[in-house]
């Protein structure tokens, strides 16, 4: 099992990003997905975790201005995030709770991380 993410990148203040990620490989079922970030000096938080039902949760500080979604036929979770702070400059990485073929139990999958620069 795999988590491929992408879409980071360069943006001002204000601006817009929409971050994807696909799980892929040999998955019976995905459970919550949900995205992360890290900011230099500071611990991994979570930003947004959306539920296989459909149920969402967010961290405060992007309340209102992010917004996760899935798509459970392409196993893939998207944040959209506006009116983009220099304070969301950070390493994004998504996260699913998934049920291979072949395991017992959910387990946690990360992917990669993308980078957001959030600056003028």
């Known amino acids: 099992v795999q988590l491929q993410a992408s879409g980071g990148g360069l943006v001002q203040p204000g601006g817009s990003l929409r971050l994807s990620c696909a799980a892929s490989g040999s998955i019976f079922s995905i459970n919550a997905m949900g995205w992360y970030r890290q900011a230099p000096g500071k611990q991994r938080e979570l930003v947004a975790r959306i539920t296989s039902g459909g149920s969402t949760n967010y961290a405060d500080s992007v309340k209102g201005r992010f917004t996760i979604s899935r798509d459970n036929a392409k196993n893939t979770v998207y944040l959209q995030m506006n009116s983009l702070r220099p304070e969301d400059t950070a390493v994004y990485y998504c996260?699913?709770?998934?049920?291979?073929?072949?395991?017992?139990?959910?387990?946690?999958?990360w992917g990669q991380g993308t980078l957001v620069t959030v600056s003028s």
């Open positions: 996260n699913a709770n998934i049920f291979s073929y072949g395991g017992n139990s959910y387990r946690d999958y």
